[in-house]
Protein backbone atom coordinates (compact mmCIF):
# COMPACT_ATOMS: atom_id res chain seq x y z
CA UNK A 1 0.00 0.00 0.00
CA UNK A 2 1.33 3.49 0.69
CA UNK A 3 3.91 2.18 2.63
CA UNK A 4 6.04 1.25 -0.34
CA UNK A 5 5.74 4.45 -1.79
CA UNK A 6 6.71 6.66 1.55
CA UNK A 7 9.79 4.44 2.23
CA UNK A 8 10.68 5.97 -1.20
CA UNK A 9 10.21 9.58 -0.26
CA UNK A 10 10.70 9.85 3.22
CA UNK A 11 14.43 10.15 4.48
CA UNK A 12 16.28 7.35 6.16
CA UNK A 13 16.73 6.66 9.56
CA UNK A 14 20.78 7.51 9.23
CA UNK A 15 19.86 10.90 7.26
CA UNK A 16 17.50 12.23 10.34
CA UNK A 17 19.91 11.04 12.89
CA UNK A 18 22.71 12.81 11.46
CA UNK A 19 21.15 16.52 11.48
CA UNK A 20 23.20 18.16 14.24
CA UNK A 21 19.74 20.20 15.50
CA UNK A 22 18.14 16.60 16.31
CA UNK A 23 21.18 15.34 18.30
CA UNK A 24 19.82 17.08 21.40
CA UNK A 25 17.39 14.03 21.21
CA UNK A 26 20.15 11.32 21.60
CA UNK A 27 18.60 8.06 22.00
CA UNK A 28 14.99 9.18 21.79
CA UNK A 29 15.86 8.71 18.08
CA UNK A 30 15.68 5.22 18.30
CA UNK A 31 12.33 5.06 19.33
CA UNK A 32 10.89 2.46 16.80
CA UNK A 33 7.38 4.03 17.21
CA UNK A 34 8.35 7.13 15.40
CA UNK A 35 9.64 5.31 12.85
CA UNK A 36 6.23 3.41 12.16
CA UNK A 37 4.87 3.34 8.69
CA UNK A 38 0.81 2.46 10.05
CA UNK A 39 -1.43 4.58 9.53
CA UNK A 40 -2.17 5.73 12.92
CA UNK A 41 1.50 7.08 13.49
CA UNK A 42 1.62 8.41 9.49
CA UNK A 43 -1.81 10.71 10.42
CA UNK A 44 -0.31 11.58 13.50
CA UNK A 45 3.32 13.15 11.76
CA UNK A 46 0.93 14.53 9.11
CA UNK A 47 -1.31 16.57 11.60
CA UNK A 48 1.82 17.98 13.95
CA UNK A 49 4.02 18.60 10.91
CA UNK A 50 1.16 20.63 9.16
CA UNK A 51 0.08 22.01 12.37
CA UNK A 52 3.52 23.44 13.28
CA UNK A 53 4.28 24.22 9.81
CA UNK A 54 2.26 27.46 9.89
CA UNK A 55 3.11 28.81 13.31
CA UNK A 56 5.70 31.51 13.18
CA UNK A 57 8.57 31.05 15.07
CA UNK A 58 12.08 29.43 14.68
CA UNK A 59 13.24 26.29 15.24
CA UNK A 60 10.18 24.66 14.19
CA UNK A 61 12.04 21.23 13.41
CA UNK A 62 13.29 21.02 16.74
CA UNK A 63 9.48 21.41 17.78
CA UNK A 64 8.22 18.53 15.84
CA UNK A 65 11.14 15.92 16.51
CA UNK A 66 9.95 16.46 20.07
CA UNK A 67 6.20 16.40 19.40
CA UNK A 68 6.76 13.52 17.48
CA UNK A 69 8.62 11.69 20.51
CA UNK A 70 6.41 12.40 22.61
CA UNK A 71 2.59 11.42 20.75
CA UNK A 72 4.94 8.68 19.14
CA UNK A 73 4.07 9.89 15.46
CA UNK A 74 6.12 9.66 12.36
CA UNK A 75 9.42 11.27 12.88
CA UNK A 76 10.38 11.61 9.35
CA UNK A 77 6.45 12.94 8.21
CA UNK A 78 6.80 15.79 10.77
CA UNK A 79 10.00 17.28 9.58
CA UNK A 80 9.11 17.17 6.06
CA UNK A 81 5.94 18.26 6.34
CA UNK A 82 6.74 21.39 8.62
CA UNK A 83 8.82 22.25 5.83
CA UNK A 84 5.61 23.48 3.73
CA UNK A 85 6.81 26.95 5.35
CA UNK A 86 10.07 27.47 3.89
CA UNK A 87 12.13 30.65 2.97
CA UNK A 88 9.47 30.71 -0.20
CA UNK A 89 6.65 30.90 1.68
CA UNK A 90 6.80 32.06 5.11
CA UNK A 91 5.99 35.88 3.36
CA UNK A 92 2.87 34.62 1.95
CA UNK A 93 2.16 32.81 4.68
CA UNK A 94 2.40 34.70 7.24
CA UNK A 95 0.76 37.64 5.62
CA UNK A 96 -2.69 35.53 4.96
CA UNK A 97 -2.74 34.50 8.83
CA UNK A 98 -2.21 38.16 9.67
CA UNK A 99 -5.08 39.61 6.94
CA UNK A 100 -7.15 36.23 8.43
CA UNK A 101 -6.68 37.64 12.06
CA UNK A 102 -7.46 40.97 11.64
CA UNK A 103 -10.58 39.98 9.73
CA UNK A 104 -11.61 37.44 12.34
CA UNK A 105 -10.95 40.03 14.72
CA UNK A 106 -12.46 42.77 13.14
CA UNK A 107 -9.82 45.38 13.28
CA UNK A 108 -10.54 48.34 11.04
CA UNK A 109 -7.15 49.93 10.86
CA UNK A 110 -4.91 47.53 10.83
CA UNK A 111 -0.77 47.86 11.31
CA UNK A 112 0.79 47.66 7.53
CA UNK A 113 2.17 44.27 8.01
CA UNK A 114 6.00 44.09 6.67
CA UNK A 115 9.09 42.02 7.81
CA UNK A 116 11.13 45.18 7.87
CA UNK A 117 8.66 46.42 10.14
CA UNK A 118 7.57 43.74 11.66
CA UNK A 119 9.71 43.78 15.16
CA UNK A 120 8.85 47.66 15.68
CA UNK A 121 4.90 46.74 15.87
CA UNK A 122 4.53 43.09 17.31
CA UNK A 123 3.00 43.64 20.06
CA UNK A 124 0.05 45.22 17.44
CA UNK A 125 0.31 42.15 15.05
CA UNK A 126 1.12 39.40 17.03
CA UNK A 127 -2.90 38.72 17.88
CA UNK A 128 -4.06 38.84 14.26
CA UNK A 129 -1.20 36.84 13.47
CA UNK A 130 -1.68 34.03 15.78
CA UNK A 131 -5.49 34.34 15.73
CA UNK A 132 -4.75 33.56 11.80
CA UNK A 133 -1.98 31.09 12.51
CA UNK A 134 -4.85 28.98 14.87
CA UNK A 135 -7.30 29.06 12.87
CA UNK A 136 -4.99 28.03 9.50
CA UNK A 137 -3.02 25.49 11.41
CA UNK A 138 -6.13 23.67 12.61
CA UNK A 139 -8.27 23.77 9.69
CA UNK A 140 -5.24 22.73 8.01
CA UNK A 141 -3.78 19.83 10.01
CA UNK A 142 -7.28 18.18 10.25
CA UNK A 143 -8.65 19.03 6.14
CA UNK A 144 -5.20 17.31 5.26
CA UNK A 145 -5.78 13.97 7.93
CA UNK A 146 -8.82 13.36 6.68
CA UNK A 147 -8.36 13.69 3.32
CA UNK A 148 -5.32 11.24 3.44
CA UNK A 149 -6.98 8.77 5.49
CA UNK A 150 -9.72 8.89 3.12
CA UNK A 151 -7.52 8.08 -0.04
CA UNK A 152 -5.39 5.31 2.23
CA UNK A 153 -8.62 4.02 3.57
CA UNK A 154 -9.10 3.72 -0.57
CA UNK A 155 -6.23 2.69 -1.51
CA UNK A 156 -6.43 -0.52 0.86
CA UNK A 157 -9.68 -1.33 -0.04
CA UNK A 158 -8.20 -0.82 -4.01
CA UNK A 159 -5.44 -3.27 -3.53
CA UNK A 160 -7.77 -5.87 -1.30
CA UNK A 161 -10.04 -6.37 -4.23
CA UNK A 162 -7.45 -7.38 -6.29
Do not use: C
Request: net charge positive.
Amino acid sequence: MPRAKLRKVLPTHEKIKDQRILKIFGKLLYKQKIWSLSRKRILGGVFIGIFVAFIPMPLQMLLVALLAIIFNVNLPITILLVWLSNPLTMPFIYYFEYELGNWLLNIKDPIEFSFETMNENISEIALSLYVGTFVISTISAFLAVFILNLLWIKEVRKKRKK
